[in-house]
């Protein structure tokens, strides 16, 4: 099972105690919203480029160069 250490300073003592059900829960929880958040992340970015893409080449196919591109776009 997993551990967390306690630490009491008034005390000054330490001890390594098991994780309880919820806290290991908790910590699921955690990791599949941090899991899903970076997906999010992921498909944004990734949607971002491909739309660059596509934006590019419609300025392309209206007979811009890639200096003109560049120029209008950044």
Partial sequence: ?????????????????DLTDEEL???AAGAAEAKTQREAEE???????????????????LGLTDEEIVALVG
Avoid: R, Y
């Fill in 1 to 17: 099972m997993s551990k967390k250490l306690v630490i009491d300073i008034a005390a000054g003592t330490e001890e390594l105690v």
């Fill in 25 to 27: 829960a908790e910590i």
């Fill in 43 to 61: 498909a944004a970015a990734a949607q971002a480029a491909t739309d660059k893409a596509s934006g590019n080449a419609k300025l392309k196919a």
